[in-house]
């Protein structure tokens, strides 16, 4: 099983990049996908994660609710992150990971594998 992050980049604060999340070794149609950061010097935490292809519950954490959104394109089994009005809080390596619901893979704790991750940078 391989999980894949891409779509990370340099971006100024209040722009925008959206994130993709790809699987190889299972259909991450089934699963429950959650995505991550870990900001340099400080530990990994949950920003945003979404049920399988049959459970519409999305969580957010505090810091990115109204900016960003999750989303899921069932075609290209796919999990997207959208991230809008960046912040250079917002600064970390992004991963996707999956397990069992949007509840499990909204924390660190919850998911059963973890992808590679892609480097967001906000900066001016």
């Known amino acids: 099983v391989q999980l894949q992050a891409s779509g990370g980049g340099l971006v100024q604060p209040g722009g925008s990049l959206r994130l993709s999340c790809t699987a190889s070794?299972?259909?991450?149609?089934?699963?429950?996908v959650g995505w991550f950061r870990q900001a340099p010097g400080k530990e990994r935490e949950g920003v945003s994660s979404?049920?399988?292809?049959?459970?519409?519950?999305?969580i957010y954490s505090e810091s990115v609710k109204g900016r960003f959104t999750i989303s899921r394109d069932k075609a290209k089994r796919t999990v997207y992150l959208q991230m809008n009005s960046l912040k250079i809080e917002d600064t970390a390596v992004y991963y996707c990971?999956?397990?069992?619901?949007?509840?499990?893979?909204?924390?660190?704790?919850?998911?059963?594998?973890w992808g590679q991750g892609t480097l967001v940078t906000v900066s001016s």
């Open positions: 979404i049920g399988d292809s049959y459970d519409s519950d999305t």
């Open positions: 990971a999956v397990g069992a619901s949007a509840r499990d893979v909204a924390t660190v704790a919850g998911p059963w594998h």
């Open positions: 070794g299972l259909i991450l149609n089934d699963i429950a």
